[in-house]
């Protein structure tokens, strides 16, 4: 009944709105660039996101830049309903979009750079340097994109080698002992051949002091690179190679004793450095077809990284606990998708998508104060297939009238190893516990969208999103070392138009997702790790609104707007505690996302200054709870950032400020061995940054 009375009233709503009059035109949202008779198109994304009934957010290079984000978290709140907290480190980042997340699993959010999948939380983290566009689609993508999407999808592309020819060269000074410099390099060696070539470093002195070992308890360096080769073989033949590689090193884990009342961390205050070492590479060639009237694609992609932590368990000044961690990822997919490629009443995709992952990670508890270790070695290999196919029949009854149907199906087989051995101070190795399983599942997707004359859209979708289950890597209990799979089915309904003269832009979108055996994280019995469990079944339904406010052309505004009302419908935490969280708001989801954000751009048209350029930004989020039980919350709160820019023909003189009023906030909250603990936000920061373009 509850979903029926949501529908017929967006219905109405939307009604109300499609009588808008001005068509909705949005270059940057394309995905077709043209370089002389070389066409460049992103592999499996949609043509032009403003018509598709999809709910997403698009970033440009410009928006990039006049933002000054540095890394993917940064984007948290600045689109409707997406976050992604600051954990620590580098280690894990879980991503939350509409409600829908992972804090210790696999993500339920995918990524994909340059059409290249990511699949563990422990590469989502990375600096962005020489970014074209990033794409936020909303909502499950499972059938185009498969696993680990019911949340959505974020789709980085970098530089194109036939994009433009450029050289830049950029370095950037702030406080916290924070520099950084970057570069550039695109070319085009005839009309056949290209590349782009990119590195950047980038260090940060830390934000909070250990009061123990009186240094930085959060500083990092990070090194990365990045080089891309494109080849136009012939008209019909086109090829790119990427291989990209990052290094980082960081003194992770500013933790602080946490006071639930008041919502106050202490100053961090523990006797052993914790860092989180990573080496990530990024690998892939795609090669594309084009025929008459359709298309081919072929992504093969392979993954490497191999991370190490190390970890004062304890937190505290205390020799009680340290705890070393190593793992290692190697991952290969391969994908071949086709699609039509002309704007005909029946419109196609179809594509076979495999992969296989070896993931091993190897944890050492050194207890102290006894002198004993634990150690514990797990080795789980994966490998699976998907089938997928998506038709489009338009033009259907009437003009603009158009329905999808799209249907994919997914197998994978999971394995696990668990070698325990004990230090006391003679060895003492527990029997290996070995495990597999397989999962398969057919997912559909439906949805029906009428587009004006005037590029005024209305939309309806119904969609199911499934993530696999899975092995644990330690468990107290024989019935804890599996987790099921996961289901939901997500139902949208929105509208996209402008009016004034594509003055004003705007997009709504609501949504209502059922949630079955979600999977949830809870803290051992022995409190030292954490294990995945289905909980019954959970709801998540909202809003998110965006408008493009153009009032003259050197003024612009832009709005976004979320709203998540998630929570538990049924989850009895502990059955023999009776312990039920039936009710409660799911954890590390925020009520709101907001943020408005304004650029205003004076001509002074001189020979040595052409342009100046103002932008503030505003964004707000919360309130949010941290546990299942929903006893610590973060309330609502919000930063403030800014930005001076000088532009000259070929130089850009910046200076910029983030969360300018010092704002105080929790970033991060966790309980461990019978305490709570937090991490702040980011205090006021200042820098200045130069760049020069050839």
Known sequence: MNRSIFLIASLCMVSSLIRASEPLVDKDSTRTYTIGEIEVVAFKSYKD?????????????????????INIKEISAFVPNFFMPDYGSRLTSPVYIRGIGSRT????VGLYVDGIPYFDRSSYDFNINDIEKIEVLRGSQGTIYGRNTMGGVINVYTKSPFQHKETTFGATVGNYNHYKVEGSHVEQINQALGYTVSANYNHQGGYFDNLYTGNKADGSDALAGRVRLGWQINPQWVAYLTTAYEYSDQDGYPYGLYDTETNKAEEVNYNERSYYRRHLSNNGLHLKYRGADYQIDSQTSFQHFNGEQGIDQDFTPADQYYVTFTHQQNMVSQEINAQSSKDTPYQWQTGIFGFYQHYSQNNDIEYRQSGSNKITNTKNPSSGFALYHQSTFNDLLKDGLSATLGLRYDWERIKMENRTRTVVPTIKEDEPIHKKNSYSRLTPKFSIQYLTNKNHLAYFSLTQG?????????????????FKPEYSWTYEIGWKGSTFENRLQTEISLFHIDWRDQQVTQKRATEQGFKLRNAGKSTSKGIEITSHIRPVDQLHFLLNYGYTYAKFREYLYEETQNIDYGGNFLPLVPRHTFSSAGDYTFNIRRRHLQNIVFNMEYTGIGKLFW??????EQPYYHTLNGKVSFLCKKMALSFWAKNITNSSYIAYYFDSMGKEFAQRGKPFTMGTDIQLTF
């Open 49 to 69: 996101l403003s018509i598709q009934p999809v709910s997403a957010t698009i970033l440009t290079k410009e928006t990039i830049k006049n933002r000054n984000f």
């Open 105 to 108: 699993n696999a993500p339920s």
């Open 466 to 482: 499934y993530k696999a289950g899975g092995f644990n890597t330690a468990a107290d209990r024989e019935e804890d070392w599996v």
């Open 627 to 632: 546990k299942d039980n929903n006893i610590g």
